[in-house]
């Protein structure tokens, strides 16, 4: 049986623009006793990651509803932020602007994979008529290690914030 190695590029939907960054050579481990290898680059990880930033794939909106099934309010929020609690002596729901600021980085390593990702969340007040009122912006760096598994037949991955 001969090795076929088939490569490819994920990038977004309409004008084609190349990635930037440049596919490194990899090699496979031999392992005879499998029928079937099937290996992803780092390359494929970080052009998807650029194909989905570029998509708009990484600016998640949480609506009131879902923040009010997890008890999340401006009042929670005053408790930190004193200039919140200021402003919202009433307790209002609230909506959060999670948006990525730069491309997701990401670093495969020996039993695990990195993922940088530089990003804001806003925050809105819902207000009685409807309308959202801007609280604060913060400005988001996280750094996280996820390292798959094989359990029970089950594919599983264990997240560590590393910061």
């Given at each position: 049986f001969s090795d076929n190695n088939f490569q490819g590029i994920v990038y977004p939907a309409g004008n084609y623009t190349g990635p930037p960054y440049v596919a490194a050579p990899f090699t496979i481990p031999d392992q005879s006793d499998s029928m079937l290898h099937?290996?992803?680059?780092?390359?494929?990880?970080?052009?998807?990651?650029?194909?989905?930033?570029?998509?708009?794939?990484?600016?998640?909106?949480?609506?009131?509803?879902?923040?009010?099934?997890?008890?999340?309010?401006?009042?929670?929020?005053?408790?930190?932020?004193?200039?919140?609690?200021?402003?919202?002596?009433?307790?209002?729901?609230?909506?959060?602007?999670?948006?990525?600021?730069?491309?997701?980085?990401?670093s495969l390593e020996q039993d695990s994979f990195t993922v940088e990702i530089q990003g804001s969340m806003e925050v809105f007040a819902v207000l009685p008529d409807s309308t959202t009122q801007l609280l604060f912006t913060m400005n988001v760096a996280a750094n996280t290690s996820i390292a798959p598994n094989i359990f029970d037949q089950k594919l599983i991955g264990s997240l560590c914030l590393n910061r």
């Amino acid at each position: 049986f001969s090795d076929n190695n088939f490569q490819g590029i994920v990038y977004p939907a309409g004008n084609y623009t190349g990635p930037p960054y440049v596919a490194a050579p990899f090699t496979i481990p031999d392992q005879s006793d499998s029928m079937l290898h099937l290996a992803f680059s780092e390359y494929f990880f970080q052009t998807s990651s650029f194909a989905y930033y570029t998509a708009g794939a990484f600016n998640i909106t949480i609506a009131e509803e879902t923040c009010n099934y997890f008890n999340i309010s401006t009042e929670i929020f005053g408790s930190i932020i004193p200039e919140v609690a200021e402003y919202s002596v009433t307790p209002y729901p609230v909506m959060l602007k999670l948006m990525a600021t730069e491309i997701p980085i990401i670093s495969l390593e020996q039993d695990s994979f990195t993922v940088e990702i530089q990003g804001s969340m806003e925050v809105f007040a819902v207000l009685p008529d409807s309308t959202t009122q801007l609280l604060f912006t913060m400005n988001v760096a996280a750094n996280t290690s996820i390292a798959p598994n094989i359990f029970d037949q089950k594919l599983i991955g264990s997240l560590c914030l590393n910061r």
